[in-house]
């Protein structure tokens, strides 16, 4: 086994950014934005804040205490409280973390790309043919792999001199950029149409099956939960810390950034007249209407456009770097290997599996689906069914560093069985929709 002590991070605000980093990414910018507008807008919304609250928070600290508690990664740390016979569970956080950055770092590698273009030369007004162009082929595979050199370099270095310090530098630089995106969308002329598809509720729509799966499994995607980061980070945690404080922190940092980030894109849309392409969303869209909103405007449209792809790019490499290190920190403990061969031969692995989806973008839809969907769900029910249920006193562990919290019951009964139930109620809708349609 590897004898190395466990580091640690240097403190509570390394531990937040860098749970903020990742749960932050393209699931608030890219994946939030394209979903809400093609389901339907508000309704969306509003049923993706009811999950984060009602099932993301409790499972997020589900698994803030299981990764504190076992002082590892899933694998080990589902064998620590369970025994042997459930550490199989965390061979599919494994796998997990492996087929979703395969292609996440694809997507990643686009908004390099675009952010490269606005710089130098700006949007090509056919964006549509732009995006069918670079999002599959040569271009889509180098855009993945400079992505996944830069991740597995920084995962290479460790909690503290990596990731830890990449989160405290580029977390800040984020909120800054949405924040500044979003007041500029403001004072676009037309906005307020934009406004008004993002925020107001048609209620019919909440009853949707498939709008209801989908917000869950946005809630759990965009939480970095079911596959164990959450988990692998707080076994770098200190035991003084309050975990259902921090399990709010996250949760209401990863809510803002997806909401301001509807704030940029839907004015921008909408002023710009291009509402009507949003109906016929798809995973392509936001790399297709905001480029062609850029294209339409100028100068400001290039220096918009870099500041929106940098930022999408930043957030993507902080939530890519939190996957690498669920895969290379279960290499450590398990095989005991040293951090840099697991994340360098994990690292060139996944590049490897990423080749698939950046020449075929049907493949990265399917995979988004399978892993980004079904399995994190899958992962969650999991979760909650064994802190639930299997777990044997769950409350010892949170009780390090929040005596006093009086939410135990309610939470413990979430996950015994609301969630659980929820959850396999959207298990049901996703496999009936990918399997039998
Ligand atoms: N939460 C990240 C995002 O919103 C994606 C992610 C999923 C990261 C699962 C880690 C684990 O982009």
């Given at each position: 086994?590897?004898?190395?002590?466990?580091?640690?991070?240097?403190?509570?605000?390394?531990?937040?950014?860098?749970?903020?980093?990742?749960?932050?990414g393209?699931?608030?910018?890219?994946?939030?934005?394209?979903?809400?507008?093609e389901?339907g807008?508000?309704?969306?919304?509003?049923?993706?804040?009811a999950?984060?609250?009602?099932?993301?928070?409790?499972?997020?600290?589900?698994?803030?205490?299981?990764?504190?508690?076992?002082?590892?990664?899933p694998?080990?740390?589902?064998?620590?409280?369970?025994?042997?016979?459930?550490?199989?569970?965390g061979a599919?956080f494994?796998?997990?973390?492996f087929?979703?950055?395969?292609?996440?770092?694809?997507?990643?590698?686009?908004?390099?790309?675009?952010?490269?273009?606005?710089?130098?030369?700006?949007?090509?007004?056919?964006?549509?043919?732009?995006?069918?162009e670079?999002?599959q082929?040569?271009?889509?595979?180098?855009?993945?792999?400079?992505?996944?050199?830069?991740?597995t370099l920084?995962?290479?270095?460790?909690?503290?001199?990596?990731?830890?310090?990449?989160?405290?530098?580029?977390?800040?630089?984020l909120?800054?950029?949405?924040c500044?995106?979003?007041?500029?969308?403001?004072?676009?002329?037309?906005?307020?149409?934009?406004?008004?598809f993002?925020?107001?509720?048609?209620?019919?729509?909440?009853?949707d099956?498939?709008?209801?799966?989908?917000?869950?499994?946005?809630?759990?995607?965009?939480?970095?939960?079911?596959?164990?980061?959450?988990?692998?980070?707080?076994?770098?945690?200190?035991?003084?810390?309050?975990?259902p404080?921090?399990?709010?922190?996250?949760?209401?940092?990863?809510?803002?950034?997806?909401?301001?980030a509807?704030?940029?894109?839907?004015?921008?849309?909408?002023?710009?007249?291009?509402?009507?392409d949003?109906?016929?969303?798809?995973?392509?869209?936001?790399?297709?209407?905001?480029?062609?909103?850029?294209?339409?405007?100028?100068?400001?449209?290039?220096?918009?456009?870099?500041?929106?792809?940098?930022?999408?790019?930043?957030g993507?490499l902080?939530?890519?770097?939190?996957?690498?290190?669920?895969?290379?920190?279960?290499?450590?403990?398990?095989?005991?290997?040293?951090?840099?061969?697991?994340?360098?031969?994990?690292?060139?692995l996944?590049?490897?599996?990423?080749i698939?989806?950046?020449?075929?973008?049907?493949?990265?839809?399917?995979m988004?689906?399978?892993?980004?969907?079904?399995?994190?769900?899958?992962?969650?029910?999991?979760?909650?069914?064994?802190?639930?249920?299997?777990?044997?006193?769950?409350?010892?562990?949170?009780?390090r560093?929040?005596?006093?919290?009086?939410?135990?019951?309610?939470?413990?009964?979430?996950?015994?069985?609301?969630?659980?139930?929820?959850?396999?109620?959207?298990?049901?809708?996703?496999?009936?929709?990918?399997?039998?349609e």
């Open positions: 086994m590897n004898q190395a002590p466990r580091e640690r991070w240097t403190g509570r605000t390394g531990f937040v950014l860098a749970a903020i980093g990742s749960a932050v393209l699931g608030n910018m890219w994946r939030f934005s394209y979903l809400t507008a389901y807008g508000a309704a969306f919304v509003v049923l993706y804040v999950f984060t609250v009602l099932i993301g928070i409790p499972v997020l600290l589900a698994e803030l205490a299981m990764g504190r508690g076992a002082n590892s990664s694998i080990s740390a589902l064998g620590h409280f369970g025994g042997n016979a459930w550490k199989p569970g599919l494994v796998a997990s973390g087929l979703i950055l395969a292609y996440y770092s694809v997507i990643a590698g686009w908004t390099l790309r675009y952010a490269l273009v606005a710089l130098f030369g700006g949007f090509d007004p056919d964006a549509k043919q732009y995006f069918i670079i999002s082929g040569r271009g889509a595979v180098i855009g993945h792999v400079v992505f996944m050199a830069g991740t920084i995962v290479a270095r460790g909690i503290r001199a990596g990731i830890e310090r990449t989160s405290l530098i580029l977390m800040p630089v909120f800054m950029l949405i500044g995106l979003a007041v500029y969308g403001y004072t676009l002329e037309g906005a307020g149409a934009g406004y008004r993002y925020l107001e509720t048609d209620f019919s729509k909440i009853l099956a498939e709008v209801f799966s989908t917000a869950a499994g946005q809630a759990f995607f965009s939480l970095s939960l079911g596959m164990g980061a959450m988990m692998t980070y707080a076994s770098y945690l200190s035991p003084e810390q309050h975990l404080n921090e399990s709010l922190v996250i949760g209401g940092a990863d809510f803002v950034v997806a909401f301001v509807g704030l940029v894109v839907f004015p921008l849309i909408f002023a710009l007249g291009l509402s009507a949003v109906g016929e969303s798809t995973l392509g869209a936001l790399f297709i209407t905001l480029p062609k909103a850029f294209s339409q405007m100028g100068i400001a449209g290039q220096v918009v456009g870099f500041l929106f792809f940098a930022a999408l790019a930043v993507a902080t939530s890519a770097i939190s996957l690498l290190e669920v895969v290379t920190a279960s290499a450590m403990d398990t095989l005991g290997w040293p951090r840099t061969r697991s994340a360098l031969v994990f690292g060139v996944i590049t490897l599996l990423g698939p989806p950046a020449l075929k973008i049907n493949i990265l839809d399917w988004d689906k399978l892993a980004g969907q079904l399995f994190l769900v899958t992962g969650g029910l999991l979760l909650s069914i064994f802190v639930g249920w299997v777990m044997k006193d769950p409350f010892s562990e949170v009780r560093g929040a005596e006093h919290w009086p939410w135990f019951p309610v939470w413990r009964f979430l996950l015994r069985v609301p969630i659980p139930l929820a959850l396999l109620i959207v298990l049901y809708s996703f496999v009936q929709k990918m399997f039998c």
